[in-house]
């Protein structure tokens, strides 16, 4: 079974500096996507950023970036120029080709220091 | 013009008794889910139905009963309610196939007393 492991619960950024959150994920599968989203304190989940693990190159949206290495199975967010609005927890999903199911790491809450 | 809507946001119930949340999505999504998020934030799929038929389903106690009239509306029933219950509940919808990421209601939040 496919497992998404987030191993830092927390983590602080001083404004405007650059954090990377880690994510590791563990299939047998070679057609998958990986995704990161946010939830601020309003609980909505909001997609951040997503890869095809298809594609070599690593997706950017603006600030965000990922560092994606297939074979090591690890997909770390790249968070730069850090604003007070970033704060919120941020998840890491896996989802395979092969069926529907989204299955998400547990999560790693950031707090951006002013 | 929200994509994936539920109702109600909030709701507080008395143990023991039965409730509805109804979602509905108007993005033309072929698979919806319901997601259980517990106190510790920690997001677990618990249905998965794909043009109204169920497709996955999560060890999930028989309580809890989805049902999908048309594709585009995913609802949730819960009977006998239970104090473990209390969490915060959200739908969701993709792309089937080899669809993309899922985009998720605002959550209802279920409190059990």
């Known amino acids: 079974a496919q497992t998404v492991t987030q191993s830092q619960p927390e983590m602080s950024v001083q404004e405007a500096e650059t954090v990377t959150l880690s994510c590791t994920y563990d299939t047998s599968e070679s057609d998958y996507y990986l995704f990161w989203y946010k939830q601020p304190p309003s609980r909505q989940m909001i997609l951040v950023i997503r890869?095809?693990?298809?594609?070599?190159q690593n997706a950017t949206e603006n600030r965000f970036s990922v560092n994606f290495q297939k074979a090591a199975k690890s997909f770390s967010l790249k968070i730069s120029d850090s604003q007070l609005g970033d704060a919120a927890m941020y998840f890491c999903a896996y989802r395979s080709y092969r069926d529907d199911k989204i299955i998400f790491g547990k999560g790693t809450r950031l707090h951006i220091l002013p | 013009d929200t994509a994936v809507s539920q109702t109600p946001k909030y709701l507080v119930t008395q143990m023991g008794n039965d409730k509805s949340i109804k979602c509905e999505q108007n993005?033309?999504?072929?698979?919806m889910y319901w997601y259980k998020q517990d106190s510790k934030k920690f997001l677990k799929i618990m249905f998965s139905?794909?043009?109204?038929?169920?497709?996955i389903n999560e060890t999930v106690p028989n309580r809890f009963s989805p049902k999908s009239p048309d594709k585009a509306h995913l609802n949730l029933h819960i009977n006998s309610l239970e104090l473990g219950d209390s969490a915060v509940y959200f739908c969701?919808?993709?792309?089937?196939?080899?669809?993309?990421?899922?985009?998720f209601g605002q959550g209802t939040r279920l409190t059990v007393v």
């Open positions: 139905y794909n043009n109204k038929e169920l497709i």
């Open positions: 890869q095809e693990a298809y594609k070599q």
């Open positions: 993005l033309g999504h072929d698979t």
């Open positions: 969701a919808s993709s792309p089937g196939g080899q669809g993309g990421e899922a985009f």
